[in-house]
């Protein structure tokens, strides 16, 4: 399963890139995070992290949970996960920023085999997880980090 989610920012990378990178603020900017708790920060720049969000259904709210080993990459301007916990453990994660002429664009691509359930594996992937969870959770958040990014940008 490869979810690409994708998104223009009118602000400059350096803040889009503070925004995306500081996890632990998500809750405060985002709505539909539930919690991110740092677990343990082996470095400045690498640590476990837990992280709850909910994925709504018009007026339900489903939630979710997973835990990820998350690596900022400055000059690459890039922060990398590997779920290690959660129904998405082995998922691969990376949000790559890019500048633009008009600020940032944003790619959140998320790479994964599926569950590790027999038989339904790849279908529970490819035709729920991905385009209902993953992709519901990534595009709030991509739009989230705009809302806040270009209103702070002034």
Sequence with gaps: MRTIDEIEIAA?????????ADVERWPALLAHYRWVK???RTSP???VVEMAAWRPFGPVRYPTWWV?????????????YRHIRGVTRGMDVVWRLTATDGGTHIELIHD?????WPLIRRL??????GP????????????GIKRYAEASRD
Excluded at 124 to 129: C, F, G, K, P, S
Excluded at 132 to 143: D, N
Aim: glycine share 6%.
């Design 45 to 47: 720049v690498e640590g």
């Design 12 to 20: 400059p990378p350096e803040l889009v890139f503070r925004l995306a």
């Design 38 to 40: 740092i677990l343990d």
């Design 68 to 80: 990820s080993e998350m690596v900022v990459d400055r000059p690459a301007r890039e922060v990398r």
């Design 124 to 129: 529970a992937a490819e035709w729920v997880i």
């Design 112 to 116: 994964w085999d599926g569950p590790a």
């Design 132 to 143: 209902v969870f993953v992709h519901g959770i990534a595009s709030r958040t991509l739009a």
